[in-house]
């Protein structure tokens, strides 16, 4: 089952821009989320992840199933963005296959990856083989303390192609460039060029984006998709702007 991989080929093929929007369970419940899924009924993401670098709650589950029963977002693919083997639903429709290719820790490049393989192979989950690029963008996050990894220097654009490439020689078949959840600011748009430049498959963008602007200047600097969570956990209408910003630019 490769429909959601096949569907955004079909898009970068074309050009056309996704947004997934990311509700963290740890910082969310079942109320809040489906206060923000009743803002979909006009406007809505093509896709949600759902996932975090800790979840203490439990609550990953209830989650998936509150975007799945939600009438205004029932048909939109969730996608679980998971920390660890722990973080698996069968409820979502997939699950982004990270190996954190900017760290040189192995239980982020391949440990956890063994221990889920046998319950993946029995769910229905897409499997989206993704290498997961960690940028420091001003401010140690979540993700880098727990995955005890170091995140590649902002400026340092050479790093982040290099590292790119060789996801890509790998086999792997999308690259995640994300500066963490609640990053001080986005990833630049030369670096997101650069990775773009020198890469075949869908390119990923997320973290520290808070602005409609942001969000375009990421688009055109070559992201197939956008994630973004923290900005709308604390405004959950701005994720209109961003939807009808994404309309204006797969126009063009
Ligand atoms: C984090 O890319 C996502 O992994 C989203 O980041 O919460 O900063 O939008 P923000």
Request: charged share 20%; proline share 5%; aromatic share 6%.
């Amino acid at each position: 089952n490769n429909a959601i991989y096949n569907s955004l080929l079909k898009k970068k093929e074309k050009g056309i821009k996704s947004l997934s929007i990311l509700i963290d369970p740890d910082k969310t419940n079942e109320k809040k989320c489906s206060e923000l899924l009743n803002f979909c009924q006009e406007t809505s993401p093509d896709f949600f992840m759902v996932g975090g670098s800790l979840i203490t709650n439990n609550e990953l589950e209830k989650i998936v199933l509150c975007i799945k029963n939600h009438p205004y977002t029932a048909h939109i693919p969730v996608i679980l963005f998971p920390n660890s083997y722990l973080h698996i639903s069968e409820k979502a429709d997939g699950i982004l296959f990270l190996s954190l290719i900017s760290g040189r820790n192995p239980d982020y490049l391949i440990g956890n990856h063994v221990i889920a393989a046998p319950l993946l192979r029995q769910s229905k989950l897409e499997i989206m083989p993704t290498g997961y690029i960690l940028v420091n963008c001003g401010n140690q996050t979540t993700v880098a303390y727990i995955s005890n990894t170091t995140p590649i220097p902002y400026e340092k654009n050479d790093i982040a192609v290099c590292t790119a490439m060789a996801g890509e020689m790998l086999g792997l078949r999308m690259i995640y460039m994300d500066g963490g959840s609640g990053a001080k600011q986005a990833i630049s748009e030369e670096m997101i060029q650069a990775v773009r430049q020198a890469t075949n498959i869908p390119l990923i963008v997320g973290g520290g984006i808070k602005s409609v602007n942001a969000l375009e200047k990421a688009y055109l600097a070559g992201a197939d998709m956008v994630v973004v969570g923290s900005v709308i956990e604390e405004n959950p209408q701005i994720f209109q702007d961003f939807c009808l910003k994404i309309k204006e630019l797969n126009k063009k």
